[in-house]
């Protein structure tokens, strides 16, 4: 789930590209690669590089950033206006 917000993508999508049934743009494999902490030669299956630390300050901002967004959504217009009152007064005070 938190790979597919992070592509901007389906969880469906993810599960296609899991199973093999279907493979990511090529535009999106560099991303895809740096997400999941891995050279673009073994997302095809290869050795490739050796393997790197996904970066997981920048993939926990983005999670959080998705789910506050997500919950953000899902408040009624009064409540976003209070939300954003309420992070514009913390912004103030640092």
């Given at each position: 789930m938190e790979l597919a917000e992070q592509l901007g993508l389906t969880q469906v999508a993810i599960a296609n590209y899991e199973r093999g049934s279907r493979k990511p743009d090529v535009e999106l494999v560099p991303k895809l690669a740096q997400l999941l902490g891995a050279s673009i030669e073994e997302l095809y299956g290869g050795e490739g590089r050796k393997r790197v630390e996904a970066p997981t300050r920048r993939?926990?901002?983005?999670?959080?950033?998705?789910?506050?967004?997500?919950?953000?959504?899902?408040?009624?217009?009064?409540?976003?206006?209070?939300?954003?009152?309420?992070?514009?007064?913390?912004?103030?005070?640092h």
């Amino acid at each position: 789930m938190e790979l597919a917000e992070q592509l901007g993508l389906t969880q469906v999508a993810i599960a296609n590209y899991e199973r093999g049934s279907r493979k990511p743009d090529v535009e999106l494999v560099p991303k895809l690669a740096q997400l999941l902490g891995a050279s673009i030669e073994e997302l095809y299956g290869g050795e490739g590089r050796k393997r790197v630390e996904a970066p997981t300050r920048r993939l926990h901002r983005n999670t959080l950033e998705a789910k506050v967004q997500g919950l953000f959504g899902r408040l009624r217009p009064d409540g976003q206006k209070m939300i954003l009152r309420q992070i514009k007064g913390l912004i103030g005070q640092h």
